[in-house]
């Protein structure tokens, strides 16, 4: 199959969303933890975590830029400089998606999705108690 960007572009919205989401095969889901300078916790599922060195260590990721919608995580990161990044498996992996509704600023996705906030060693941002690999 060859789309040219104007027949992606006129495609109807489903369709669309499925061949642009899918076109880079598949991607690792992610759980992007934070909290706001309020102390607002925030978790949202990532699929652009990656691996960027070993040595040094290093990890990315990528969100989409701001426009109509608010980006608590990118806000979040951007103040206090701090986020966890959480390994989805199979038991979590339902409230894991959930976490990609739109909740107002000052909800907490851990709250609503069935998650649980764990802090460890003098980090700010919460890690996802559920996830085994933090």
């Known amino acids: 199959m060859v789309l040219t960007k104007s027949e992606i572009q006129n495609l109807d919205k489903v369709r669309r969303l499925n061949i642009v989401n899918s ?3 598949i991607k690792p889901g992610n759980l992007v933890a934070t909290k706001s300078i309020d102390g607002v916790t925030n978790v949202a599922i990532m699929s652009s975590v990656v691996h960027l060195s070993s040595n040094p260590a290093l990890i ?12 608590d995580t990118f806000n979040n990161i951007m103040e206090t400089k701090c986020f966890t990044i959480n390994h989805i498996h199979k038991n979590i992996i339902e409230n894991a998606h959930f976490t990609s509704a739109k909740f107002e600023q000052a909800i907490s996705e851990f709250d609503f999705c069935g998650l649980t906030e764990e802090y460890l060693e003098n980090q700010n ?8 690999i933090k």
Not at 60 to 71: A, E, K, S
Not at 125 to 132: D, Y
């Open 23 to 25: 076109i880079t095969g």
């Open 60 to 71: 990315g990721f990528i969100t989409r830029p701001h426009g109509d919608y608010r980006r």
């Open 125 to 132: 941002a919460p890690f996802v108690k559920e996830s085994f």
